[in-house]
């Protein structure tokens, strides 16, 4: 490990080919940073607060007669990702939001059910960069749990805030991160 390095630095801008995106149930995950993602569908906008990381790990404290800490097991762990998502005029988006089997679209005119039935479970990738050094991050078993719907006022998008929970996979998994500094060594 090197010490301190601005090589060894980055920020989390999305791809412009679009940074949040999700697939059936199913789809085979991409590894790396560079494998496709054809069958993966691009969610749009997302806001300038862009992807943020979330989630809990609990423990708790034992101590010994003495009154000293001895031992802090871990009790839970979660891991969540939360965005703004901001093309609320798209299908995919609405779909996400509200239940894919209560959007539908004929023509231009698209219609939301509203149902409050729970959100589909599928993967979702998230795609960035910095330059030449690229992140990915795919939850292969992840769902939306919460919502907050943004106003609709006239000096600013509407919008879903998205809080998506990762669950694990057959592997144990809840979330695969990537991370490629550029250089091209391996």
Known sequence: MAGNSVAKIGVGAPLATGGVMVAAAGTTLPIGVSS????????????????????????????????????????????????????????????????????????????????????????????????????????????ITAVTEGPFVRNALQSFDCTITCYKDDAGRKAYRYLDDGTGAS
């Open 36 to 143: 496709a993602t054809t069958s993966f569908v691009k969610l749009g906008y997302v806001g300038d607060d862009g992807l943020r990381p979330s989630g809990t790990r609990t423990s708790t404290d034992i101590f010994d007669w003495g009154g000293d800490l001895i031992y802090s097991p871990q009790e839970n762990h979660s891991t969540q990702f939360q965005i703004k998502l901001l093309a609320a005029f798209d299908g995919d988006v609405l779909g996400e939001v509200f239940g894919e089997a209560f959007v539908t679209t004929v023509g231009s005119l698209t219609t939301v059910e509203e149902t409050g039935e729970p959100l589909g479970i599928h993967p979702w990738l998230f795609d960035m960069r910095d330059g030449d050094k690229r992140t990915r991050i795919v939850v292969p078993v992840g769902q």
